[in-house]
């Protein structure tokens, strides 16, 4: 089975490989692992006041149309609100990466990790909240 010249590309350069400070208030982080292959993907997202996601950064530990997944997701959501990034679909990423029907659930793995991502940074502005008032 042939990749296609997206997944290849952003296979052998793929952007916004890293991490960002998981205990920085501002940032969201999302793992989430594939059970059909045992790969991990973790996504981090930097919001700002604004509620617009500024900085996205990943680590995959797993195939090529994982890695060009996360890679290419990263560049999607950079500049996008957290409504906006939490729409994105993993089947708009396989069409984007031409992903066989095998490859699927690693656009999958993507779409999970920016909705853990988020849930992370929603989940620290409530801790957040309720320790304001309680303080
Ligand atoms: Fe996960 Fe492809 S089976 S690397
Ligand atoms: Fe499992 Fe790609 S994430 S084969």
């Known amino acids: 089975m042939a990749y296609s010249d997206k997944v290849i590309d952003h296979y052998e350069n793929p952007r916004n490989v890293g991490t ?3 205990g920085d ?3 969201g ?3 989430v692992g594939a059970p059909a292959c045992g ?3 973790k996504l ?8 617009v996601i500024e900085d996205a950064k990943f680590k995959t530990y797993g ?3 994982a890695i060009a997944s996360s890679s290419l997701l990263t560049e999607w959501v950079k500049g996008k609100t957290l409504a906006e990034a939490g729409e994105i679909k993993n089947t708009q ?3 984007e990466l031409a992903l066989p029907p095998v490859k699927i659930h690693c656009s999958v793995l993507a779409e999970d990790a920016i909705k853990a991502a988020i849930a992370d940074y929603q989940g620290k502005q409530n801790d957040n909240n ?3 008032q309680s303080a």
């Open 20 to 22: 960002l400070d998981k």
């Open 25 to 27: 208030a501002s940032v």
């Open 29 to 31: 982080t999302g793992m």
């Open 39 to 41: 790969d991990v993907m």
């Open 44 to 51: 981090q997202i930097k919001v700002n006041a604004a509620g």
């Open 63 to 65: 195939c090529g149309s």
């Open 93 to 95: 990423i396989a069409e």
């Open 130 to 132: 309720q320790n304001a």
